[in-house]
C-alpha cells in the first residue's frame, strides 16, 4: 500500500515526485491541489505575446502559485530582463536559485516589493539584494515616513532601493490619488532624497487595478487598464513638472516606468492582437482609446503590464470575461472568451457523506474553507464549481459566466473542512461516497493558500489525469 502520510509534510521535491508521479488522480488522497501544466504553459505564453506584439514591458507576479516552475514560464525563455512582483519576503527568497540562474545567463533581475515598504521587511530585503546585486529590488512608497526606511536597506544590501510611487488608480486599497496634493507633498520629498542624497532610485508609478474584477466583458476590462494608464501618465508628469523638466523623453535624463494592471485589466490587451478573433462591433470605442493611451504612455515612459492569477485563473476571473480563451476547445465559439478549459487549478475532493433527502439534495466533501478557499464570486453564490470527475479541465466546455457547470454540482456551504455540495441541476449526474471531484475555487490565490504542493497533470497527454510532476511552493511570510 502507497504510504501518504507525509503528504502534507515538508518533504523534498524528489521524494514527493516519487510518491505521486506516475499515479492517476483517483488514487491519491484528498483534499489536492491540482494543476494543468498545458493550461499553464498556454496562458503564459499568450500574456507575452501580447505584451510583445504591443511593445510594453510585463512584470509578472508570483503571489498566486508561489513556485518557480510557473514564475519560469511567466518570465519566459527568451527574456533578458527577469522582473517580477512578490507580495511576501518568503516569495523572493524562494525563488532566488531560479532568479541566480537567470542572472548567471546573462539577465537581469529585479524584484519588486508589492506592499508598501513596512520597517521590519528593510533587513530581510536587503540580504536578497546583497546576493543578486545593484538594481535587483524595487520597493513601493506611498508615504514620506518610510523614506526613513531605506537606509536600512541600503547598509545590508550595499546599494540603493528603486522606488515606485503606489498610485490609487480608483481600487481605494492602498496609494496616493494622481491629482492629489498628499501626492505633490510625498513627491517634493521623494525627488531631492532620490536625485540627491543616493538614499533610492525613482523608477516610476505603480498601481494595481483591483477594481477591475467587477467588470464584465473585455472592453470594460480594457476601459479601466486605460483608465490607470492615464492616472500613471498624470502622476509622472507632475514629477517632471516639479523637476522642470519635459516629460518627452528625448529631452530627459531618464524614463519612468509605468506598471498598471491586475488580471482582468491586464489581460485585456490581449483582445488587441488576438489573430483569431474580431472584436465586438461595441468594443471598438475602448479598444482604440486603449491603443491611443498605450502609444502616449510609450512616448515618454516605458510601459509596464504586471498581472498574476492569469497562469491559472479562476471563476472569478471567468466572471469578467476580460480576456480571450487560450485554449483550442474553445476557439470555435462565436466569442472566444475565457471558460473552464482555461482554468489551471482544480481542487480534488472527496465525497463523504450523501443527503438526497435535503432540498435541494447535498452531498459533503472533505474539502471546506481551508481547501477552497472563502471568497464570494459574482456570478453565483457558492463557494466552487465542481466538474465532473476523474475528466481533466481541457474536456470541459461550458462557460462559468452562469452558475451551471457539466456535473451540475456546486459548493453551496463550507466550513473549515466540510464542503457542502448542492445539486442545481435536475440532470447533474448521482454522486457515491468515495467519489472524487474536481472543484474549479473562486479564487485561485487563496485555494492554493493551504497546499505545500502541487501534483501535476497535462491535458495536452494521452492521459490526462495521470500525474507528471509536483511543483512545491513557498508558505509563510
Known amino acids: 500500500m502507497d504510504d501518504f502520510r507525509g503528504q502534507h509534510s515538508p518533504l523534498s521535491k524528489e521524494s514527493l515526485k516519487t510518491m505521486f508521479v506516475g499515479k492517476e488522480l483517483d488514487q491519491i488522497p484528498t483534499p489536492a491541489a491540482v494543476v494543468d501544466r498545458a ?7 499568450q500574456m507575452l505575446v501580447a505584451c510583445d506584439a504591443l511593445g510594453v514591458s510585463f512584470r509578472p507576479h508570483i503571489k498566486t502559485h508561489k513556485t518557480i516552475e510557473v514564475t519560469r514560464m511567466q518570465i519566459g525563455d527568451s527574456a533578458k530582463n527577469v522582473n517580477i512582483i512578490v507580495s511576501t519576503v518568503a516569495e523572493a527568497e524562494y525563488v532566488m536559485p531560479y532568479l541566480r540562474d537567470c542572472q548567471k545567463q546573462g539577465k537581469t533581475v529585479n524584484i519588486l516589493y508589492g506592499i508598501p515598504l513596512p520597517p521590519s521587511q528593510a533587513q530581510r530585503l536587503g540580504r536578497i539584494g546583497s546576493e543578486l546585486g545593484p538594481g535587483s529590488i524595487s520597493v513601493l512608497i506611498d508615504n514620506s515616513d518610510q523614506l526613513s526606511i531605506l537606509p536600512a536597506f541600503q547598509e545590508v544590501a550595499g546599494f540603493s532601493a528603486h522606488i515606485f510611487i503606489k498610485i490609487d488608480a480608483g481600487y481605494g486599497r492602498a496609494g496616493l490619488d494622481p491629482n492629489s496634493e498628499t501626492l505633490k507633498a510625498l513627491l517634493e520629498v521623494v525627488l531631492p532624497i532620490t536625485e540627491a542624497e543616493g538614499f533610492g532610485h525613482l523608477s516610476g508609478f505603480y498601481s494595481h487595478a483591483g477594481h477591475s474584477y467587477g467588470v464584465a466583458s473585455g472592453d470594460e476590462a480594457m476601459e479601466h487598464l486605460s483608465g490607470e494608464i492615464e492616472n500613471l501618465v498624470i502622476a509622472a508628469s507632475l514629477a517632471d513638472k516639479l523637476l522642470g523638466r519635459s516629460h518627452k523623453h528625448n529631452e530627459r535624463t531618464a524614463r519612468y516606468v509605468l506598471s498598471v494592471g491586475a488580471t482582468p485589466s ?5 483582445h488587441l492582437v488576438h489573430a483569431n478573433r474580431s472584436l465586438p462591433a461595441a468594443w471598438v470605442t475602448e479598444s482604440d482609446r486603449l491603443r491611443k493611451w498605450i502609444v502616449h504612455a510609450q512616448d515618454f515612459c516605458q510601459l509596464e503590464i504586471h498581472a498574476g ?8 476571473q471567468l466572471a469578467t470575461q476580460a480576456s480571450p480563451s487560450s485554449s483550442t476547445t474553445t476557439m470555435a465559439t462565436a466569442r472566444h472568451s475565457i471558460s473552464f478549459p482555461d482554468i489551471a487549478l482544480t481542487i480534488l475532493a472527496e465525497v ?19 481547501a477552497l478557499g472563502r471568497e464570494p464570486c459574482k456570478s453565483y453564490s457558492g463557494w466552487g464549481v465542481v466538474s465532473d470527475w476523474s475528466v481533466s479541465t481541457a474536456m470541459t466546455t461550458k462557460s462559468c459566466t452562469v452558475p451551471t457547470t457539466r456535473s451540475g454540482w456546486e459548493v453551496g456551504r463550507v466550513s473549515q473542512e466540510h464542503g457542502i455540495l ?19 475555487p473562486n479564487h485561485a490565490c487563496v485555494a492554493g493558500a493551504s497546499f505545500d504542493f502541487y501534483v501535476v497533470v497535462d491535458s495536452d497527454s494521452p492521459r490526462p489525469n495521470q500525474i507528471v510532476d509536483v511543483w512545491t511552493r513557498c508558505r509563510g511570510w
Open 39 to 45: 493550461v499553464v504553459r498556454r496562458n503564459c505564453l
Open 422 to 440: 448542492h445539486r442545481v441541476s435536475d440532470d447533474a449526474p448521482d454522486l457515491q461516497v468515495g467519489s472524487k471531484v474536481r472543484v474549479w
Open 309 to 316: 492569477v492569469y497562469p491559472f485563473l479562476d471563476n472569478q
Open 352 to 370: 463523504a457523506s450523501l443527503y438526497m433527502h435535503r432540498n435541494p439534495p447535498e452531498a459533503l466533501v472533505a474539502a471546506g474553507s481551508l
Open 266 to 270: 491586464a489581460t485585456s490587451i490581449q
